[in-house]
Antibody, heavy 116, light 103 residues
Framework: EVQLLESGGGLVEPGGSLRLSCAVS????????MSWVRQAPGKGLEWVST????????SYADSVKGRFTISRDNSKNTLFLQMNSLIADDTAVYFC?????????WGQGTLVTVSS | SYELTQPSSVSVSPGQTARITCSGD??????VRWFQQKPGQAPVLVIY???ERPAGIPERFSGSSSGTTVTLTISGAQVEDEADYYC??????FGGGTRVTVL
């Protein structure tokens, strides 16, 4: 069974940093691209970032480019999202997803709240 | 950047047919996926490649495509189908979402 478990969310002040993790099981992690998608409270889904299976290629939404960094550790079956210079608009539930030409299986998400 | 346009809400009586559209220029050359999201839950894939249904998704869910518009159809909608539905294209874009109410 495919499982994805996000962690690392919490309350952070504007300008602060946070690192999200996504531990996966039930599939060969190193064979798949992975993505982060977020959802602000009461709002729709927004693609954030994608990383290729070998970390050779990354892409970002314009809204986070230059502030967020996606990475992965294939030896630990774990995906990461380093978030710097956080702003109020980054407040959202962050989902990690197994990516096959787009999100396929999703975790349950972790809430990030940016507030003073 | 690309945009995908969905109606904000659709209402249907139990047993009737609900149709949700997703429009955008990019859809003329990119496949669409549809996700169902219930409150407090992660999205679930219900349709991929415009009209393919993943294993475990009820047959009442179907998809179709015509030009720059794709349609998710729920034939014989059930109360448990009440949810938000999002289209997604391989251009890394989500539609704004459609709240489907079954009552």
């Amino acid at each position: 069974e495919v499982q994805l478990l996000e962690s690392g969310g919490g309350l952070v002040e504007p300008g602060g940093s946070l690192r999200l993790s996504c531990a996966v099981s039930g599939f060969t992690f190193s064979n798949y691209a992975m993505s982060w998608v977020r959802q602000a409270p009461g709002k729709g889904l927004e693609w954030v970032s994608t990383i290729s299976l070998g970390s050779g290629s990354t892409s970002y939404a314009d809204s986070v480019k230059g502030r967020f960094t996606i990475s992965r550790d294939n030896s630990k079956n774990t995906l990461f999202l380093q978030m710097n210079s956080l702003i109020a608009d980054d407040t959202a539930v962050y989902f990690c997803a197994k990516d096959v030409d787009g999100p396929l299986h999703w975790g349950q998400g972790t809430l990030v709240t940016v507030s003073s | 950047s690309y945009e995908l346009t969905q109606p904000s809400s659709v209402s249907v009586s139990p047993g009737q047919t609900a149709r949700i559209t997703c429009s955008g220029d990019v859809l003329a050359r990119k496949y669409v996926r549809w996700f169902q999201q219930k409150p407090g839950q992660a999205p679930v894939l219900v349709i991929y490649k415009d009209s393919e249904r993943p294993a475990g998704i009820p047959e009442r869910f179907s998809g179709s495509s015509s030009g720059t518009t794709v349609t998710l159809t729920i034939s014989g909608a059930q109360v448990e189908d009440e949810a938000d539905y999002y289209c997604y294209s391989a251009a890394r874009v989500f539609g704004g979402g459609t709240r489907v109410t079954v009552l």
